[in-house]
């Protein structure tokens, strides 16, 4: 495996974690505050909705008290008039559109004792009892007639046990064609709590039913109103008003959807991938409870965060992409210089010294510039080292061709010697001290070949050092490139850590924003339903569930705060893993400069063991001056024997052993020479495979 590909894997690996963890912990935080901010937001919908049911409710019933109390007070005061009263419910009638009819219904004999004389009378039974119900005709006219036994119907006998006010269960009733929805409520007129009759007013629902029809929430969301009983009272779809709640909610939460309309409960269900959520709604002092529900498709809700989860996840896609891009330029550009030097490395093992380092990377001012310029100042070095080997092999191999030429005319001359010692008569003492100094001048020839080559196996020795040197700087190299991809992958993480600390400040930056506007608007929904609350008095308990709201969003605020404190904690964290990884870089470059020392300790061997190889080198010119020297005196000496023969013809026969002598002395004087020039030939030989 590549250093690049190394470097790609591990370094983009461990982004690609650590940004993948990151973003899923984002992306699922931001769904949950999204899907929970969608599910409030439907809370807080249904609540109005339903405060909205319930003030219009809590209209007829006010006006209904107040007709009550108002009745209650002309009979403690013993002044009853029943076309007073008419009129009173008339009036009342006329100021509030939205109310169908108006109505108030005596026990026998209870309003003024005077049954009898209004007997078969306008808006009284057959007996008198006073019983009248004004409504709106088809003319928009107020029309009014007595109420016929009014004791068989729910919407007294009910009022009438319980003596308190009631909500009766809504009705459809058909109006100009048109199906519409009809309410009743009843509030008891009692004179020290005995029951004497009631005062009921008819709610026209069109209203709350086209409030209803038009409510919407995202897409396909709808409002509906149950009834205390599990009756819809308003949908969209007029089809099923006045239906059962089972026509639209499945069976396996029709039960618990019963339960919380009956008991005033909240309510917040998922079926079948639809949310339920309801609302209840008091109605005045009665005990019936009411419910606004909506209904909206999952999907829907979670729709705004799943678009931006498409979209989180798509940046993160082309953020690594780029990250991939930059990791692979740094790679590139740490590796392309290494492979230029291993590169020429490999030519130097092969013996060619002619192949450069690119220019580009001498030129570079970190530490992968000081690398190539140590390895090319070591190229150089060793490069010049071996032109002087080569210059000394060559001049080694001159000196052995004019030794073994010398050797070959002393040869010859011996021979010649031997053709002419029977002439040799006189200086034949002369002659074997001569042969003597030649034996001697030999001998120092020996001796000085084989200084020749001792010092040419510590010239082999010296060279085998500088091997063993530049083995070792290659192996510091080595550890160079390890430390440099530490301090990268180092580096690398610190640039993560940072890169996900903006991206924590930007989720805190987001945040602040929400609980800004939150508080905001919790401040001034606040005091304005406080402020509403006091002026209303008894009316103003709308406003008071307004308040409670509030107080929830407040709730909400101080939930968004503790993400905040867990968010900055989180940051804080990350910055101390920065400051480590940049206590671990001053450590790895440290260890970098002490790699670096090392090489410079290997190059100054190298630069040692190669002065010694030039002394050596000159030792061996010195040596085979010597030899040629001694060959030269040799000559002479052979010169004078030669006239001292001519002269010695008495003593011919010695002169002739010792002429054997010498003709053997020379031939190993010239195999030494053969010797010497073979290893002279052999040196050039292996010094020539170099390209300089």
Do not use: C
């Not at 899923?24 to 949950?32: E, P, V």
């Not at 109390?69 to 005061?77: C, F, I, T, V």
Request: net charge negative; glycine share 6%; proline share 2%.
């Amino acid at each position: 495996m590549t250093l690049r590909t190394r470097m790609l894997i591990s370094i983009l690996g461990t982004v690609l974690l650590l940004f993948g963890t990151v973003s899923t912990y984002t992306i699922f935080n931001f769904w949950q505050m999204t899907k929970a901010t969608s599910m409030d937001l439907m809370e807080i919908e249904t609540e109005k909705l339903s405060l909205e049911v319930q003030n219009e409710v809590e209209a007829a019933l006010d006006s209904a008290r107040a007709l009550a109390n108002a009745l209650e007070g002309m009979k403690n005061h013993d002044d009853m008039n029943r076309e007073q009263v008419n009129t009173m419910l008339q009036t009342v009638l006329e100021h509030n559109a939205n109310f169908s009819g108006i109505w108030t219904i005596w026990e026998p004999n209870s309003f003024d004792g005077k049954d009898s004389e209004y007997a078969g009378a306008e808006y009284h039974d057959h007996t008198g009892r006073y019983t009248p119900y004004f409504y709106w005709d088809e003319q928009n006219r107020i029309i009014g007639e007595p109420t016929s036994d009014p004791d068989s119907h729910d919407f007294y006998s009910i009022p009438k046990q319980k003596e308190t006010e009631v909500v009766l269960e809504p009705y459809l009733y058909e109006v100009q064609g048109e199906q519409v929805m009809f309410l009743s409520v009843v509030v008891p007129v009692k004179q020290n709590d005995t029951f004497l009759g009631v005062v009921g007013i008819d709610l026209s629902l069109d209203y709350i039913q086209e409030r209803v029809s038009s409510f919407t929430f995202y897409d396909t969301g709808f409002a509906i109103l149950i009834s205390n009983e599990g009756q819809i009272v308003s949908h969209p779809n007029t089809e099923y008003m006045g239906t059962e709640l089972s026509e639209i909610i499945p069976n396996a939460i029709l039960d618990e959807v019963q339960t919380s309309v009956q008991s005033g409960q909240d309510l917040e269900l998922v079926m079948n991938g639809i949310i339920y959520d309801a609302e209840p709604v008091t109605l005045g002092y009665t005990d019936e409870r009411w419910s606004a529900m909506i209904i909206v498709p999952e999907s829907e809700v979670v729709k705004e965060a799943r678009d931006i989860l498409i979209t989180v996840i798509a940046a993160t896609v082309i953020g690594l992409f780029i990250i991939a891009g930059v990791i692979l330029w740094i790679a590139v550009s740490i590796t392309k210089p290494i492979k230029a030097t291993v590169y020429t490395g490999n030519k130097i093992a092969d013996g060619d010294f002619t192949e450069d380092i690119d220019g580009r990377y001498l030129k570079r001012k970190d530490e992968i510039g000081e690398i190539t310029r140590s390895f090319d100042i070591m190229k150089r070095n060793l490069s010049g080292m071996i032109r002087n080997v080569t210059s000394s092999a060559e001049q080694a191999s001159a000196a052995s061709e004019e030794l073994a030429t010398s050797a070959t005319e002393t040869s010859e001359s011996s021979n010649q010697i031997s053709v002419t010692i029977n002439e040799i008569a006189d200086g034949a003492s002369k002659q074997s001290e001569y042969t003597k100094t030649i034996l001697e001048m030999m001998q120092n020839t020996v001796e000085d070949v084989n200084k020749g080559e001792e010092a040419s196996l510590k010239v082999l020795d010296i060279a085998k050092k500088s091997s063993e040197s530049a083995h070792q700087g290659d192996i510091i190299a080595q550890e160079s490139v390890k430390q440099l991809e530490e301090v990268n992958d180092q580096v690398q993480e610190t640039a993560n850590a940072v890169k996900s600390l903006g991206h924590r400040s930007e989720e805190i930056g987001d945040i602040i924003t929400v609980i800004s506007e939150l508080a905001e608007q919790t401040n001034l929904l606040a005091l304005n339903a406080a402020i509403e609350a006091a002026r209303a008095g008894e009316h103003g308990k709308g406003f008071a569930v307004v308040a409670d709201e509030v107080r929830k969003l407040a709730e909400q605020s101080a939930h968004s705060a503790t993400q905040i404190r867990t968010l900055i904690e989180g940051i804080q964290s990350e910055t101390n893993q920065i400051v480590l990884k940049m206590e671990e870089n001053l450590s790895s470059v440290q260890s970098q400069m002490n790699v670096i020392s090392k090489v410079g300790t290997s190059l100054k061997d190298i630069v040692s063991y190669t002065k010694g190889t030039e002394d050596m080198s000159n030792d061996t010119k010195e040596v085979l001056a010597n030899v040629l020297y001694n060959s030269q005196k040799v000559l002479a000496s052979i010169e004078e024997i030669s006239a001292i023969i001519e002269q010695s013809a008495a003593s011919s026969e010695e002169v002739a052993a010792s002429s054997e002598q010498q003709s053997a002395t020379v031939e190993e004087i010239t195999a030494s020479a053969a010797t010497l020039a073979k290893m002279a030939e052999e040196l050039t030989e292996e010094v020539s495979k170099f390209k300089l």
